[in-house]
Structure formats: structure tokens, C-alpha cells
């Protein structure tokens, strides 16, 4: 009986490197998909920011992009301000 528990045992130490190998695989895929998303989702974000922080670091003031939306007949129309740096 102590044979057969020392074999088993034995066995999942050994097959336990493979699963770890996997384990650490599965890992850093989820990883990946995190950052992807974040990026996706926060791009915009961190560029209005280093654009700031740039113009700042300058000695300028940052104005943000925005965007006017109002309507021309019965067609709406969304016109993009663009951003700027300003002494």
C-alpha cells in the first residue's frame, strides 16, 4: 500500500511540471488581454494626457479637443475643435 501512494506520489511531481508550464501560459494570455483592453479603452486618455503634461512642461495652456454637435436643416453634423497649445 505505501508503494502504490509513494508511486502516485511520484507521479504527480513529475507531471506537476507540465501543468505549471500550462498554468503559466494561460496566465500570461490573460495578461495579454488585459493590457490590449486597457490600451483600447484608455488610448485616448493617455494622449490627451501626455499632450498636456507636454504643453505644461512647455509653459503653455492645454485646451482639450471638443466636440460641437448641433444641427444644420434636419441633417446633424458633429464638427471636431481640435486641440491646442497656447503661451
Known sequence: MLALVSN????????????TAVEYGIMVALIA???????????????TTFSSV???VKGGTYTAAKAAVGTVGEAGY??????????
Open 8 to 19: 502516485a506520489a511520484a507521479r504527480v511531481r513529475r507531471e506537476e511540471k507540465g501543468a
Open 33 to 47: 488581454v488585459v493590457i490590449i483592453v486597457a490600451v483600447t479603452l484608455l488610448g485616448g486618455n493617455l494622449t
Open 54 to 56: 507636454a504643453c505644461n
Open 78 to 87: 458633429t464638427a471636431a475643435v481640435s486641440e491646442a497649445c497656447s503661451k
